[in-house]
């Protein structure tokens, strides 16, 4: 679609329809003509958070909200990190608050504040505290870290951050209004192999960027089947409620990183198809043949086993996301880099650079990994391998987080990526659902990804957050 029908629609979205319905015009989420449904008129700016440093913080007081799957590790890994203290635990049950406190009591810390119940996390919000650490189920994320900013605490949440445009809209307007960070959890943009992607790239190895893919591909079907695994069999009732991407940052945020989306380039728009569900309606029947718990979800209108999103870059560059939680294939999340004088690919294992034809050998991959891995891996990586979390990069990502906290410097992920990677779901849906149409991905920033500075992979200014000794390898840091 050119720019002037673009702003044809957008002056028509903004002088009648706002007026008509008496709703801001960024809520009008289709455009007049239904060829680009997604596309929302860009609100007014705000104060820039790409780069924004935070006041520092010299001891960091954690409240942890969601300790069913994610929380505990989450709660464990911040436990070897100095200059943390982890003030408060919260979750609905009551018994895996207290589990949660067992892993502060073997690591010899002061026992947490508890908070349980429905509404237990308000009042935590509301407590003497500097983040809020949110690993709930998806539609909480969005209200957990909306409450916290406008708390006066910053607030990090696991993927994706916001399940709506509108959801998306509202973390940027209130992380800009508050000064508050908003950042997503996106733990593999820490691993390893994507970090030396990284670096390589900032270096110029690949020349320009210009096609990436990623992806989610991991067999899920039986713990979305189980009923002890996701609490309210939330996630299996996500798959059978909404079509599209439904968990695109752990492929897509790695290779934004890459291709410096938000900083120097943006998304323009999207497409995105996806096969009928050949698994998940045939398990449900099968589990309820033997036990009534499963009726309910005999009916339900499930997802496609793999979708597929192309998306199209405003500097003409393209990136393919795919996602697939059913099928029985080993785990992927692809990896690719493509660029005008190179490749890189992670899956299927190990991690592979190639400058023509043929993959590097594996004298020549030790001398690249040993040039160019970034400093942080340099630093911290070692101990992140012994203390864990998805190989290491789970650790990464909070040591990271919370040295930034206590220098006053920006994050790596700000508030645009938590809204962008995750604007992804939304609008992946809106496409599958009319055949495959074009939605038009907002510009969360305004404008600012022309200026906006690459993320920093230098330690400059930080570092200087420690790590007490891991009870794996006696490592200190």
């Known amino acids: ?9 957008r002056n028509i979205t903004l002088g009648t329809g706002a007026l008509v319905s008496g709703m801001p015009a960024w809520a009008n989420e289709n455009a007049a003509d239904g060829t680009d449904a997604g596309f929302m008129p860009e609100r007014a700016s705000g104060f820039n958070m790409c780069g924004y440093a935070a006041p520092k913080i010299d001891k960091v007081r954690i409240g942890f909200v969601g300790l069913g799957m994610r929380g505990p590790g989450a709660v464990e890994r911040m436990s070897f990190i100095e200059g943390v203290e982890i003030a408060a635990l919260c979750d609905k049950f009551p018994d895996r608050v207290a589990s949660a406190q067992k892993i502060l009591e073997k690591a010899g810390l002061p026992k947490a504040k508890e908070y349980t119940g429905e509404d237990g996390w308000k009042a935590m919000v509301e407590s003497d505290l500097d983040l809020i650490y949110i690993t709930t189920p998806w539609h909480l994320h969005t209200p957990m870290a909306l409450y916290a900013m406008n708390n006066g605490k910053h607030a990090a949440t696991e993927v994706p951050a916001a399940l709506t445009l509108d959801e998306c809209w509202q973390l940027v307007e209130t992380s800009e209004k508050t000064k508050k960070h908003c950042m997503m959890l996106e733990n593999c943009c820490y691993d390893f192999f994507e970090l030396l992607t990284l670096n390589m790239a900032r270096n110029g190895l690949f020349g320009e960027i210009l096609h990436t893919e990623g992806a989610y591909i991991h067999d899920l ?9 996701y609490a309210d069999m939330w996630r299996l009732r996500m798959n059978g409620k909404h079509n599209g991407n439904l968990y695109p940052t752990h492929g897509l945020g790695p290779i934004a990183q890459c291709m410096n989306i938000n900083r120097g380039d943006q998304m323009d728009y999207l497409v995105s198809i996806q096969t009928a569900d050949f698994q998940m309606k045939d398990k449900a029947k099968e589990l309820a043949a033997t036990d009534s718990f499963f009726n309910e979800f005999t009916d339900l209108n499930y997802r496609g086993n793999m979708n597929t999103t192309l998306i199209k870059t405003i500097k003409g560059k393209s990136i393919m996301v795919q996602h697939d939680v059913t099928s029985p294939r080993p785990y992927s999340r692809i ?85 962008l990677w995750s604007c992804i779901i939304p609008l992946s849906e809106k496409s599958v659902n009319k055949r495959g149409r074009s939605m038009d991905i907002p510009d969360f920033t305004r404008g600012n990804w022309k200026n906006n500075k690459p993320v920093s992979l230098s330690l400059e200014g930080g570092a200087t957050t420690t790590v007490r000794k891991t009870a794996n390898s006696g490592s200190q840091l």
């Open 335 to 419: 990896h690719l880099v493509s660029g005008t004088k190179g490749v890189a690919q992670k899956w299927p294992s190990p991690g592979k650079i190639a400058f023509g034809h043929s993959w590097v050998k594996p004298e020549e991959m030790k001398e690249l990994e040993e040039k160019y891995t970034p400093p942080i891996v340099k630093h911290i990586g070692e101990i992140a391998k012994s203390v864990g979390g998805h190989g290491g990069m789970d650790f990464i990502m909070d040591w990271r987080l919370i040295d930034c906290l206590r220098n006053g410097l920006p994050l790596d992920q700000d508030v645009y990526d938590a809204a």
């Open 221 to 229: 079907l039986s713990l979305n089947f189980s009923k002890t695994g």
């Open 1 to 9: 679609m050119s720019s002037d029908r673009r702003k044809f629609l």
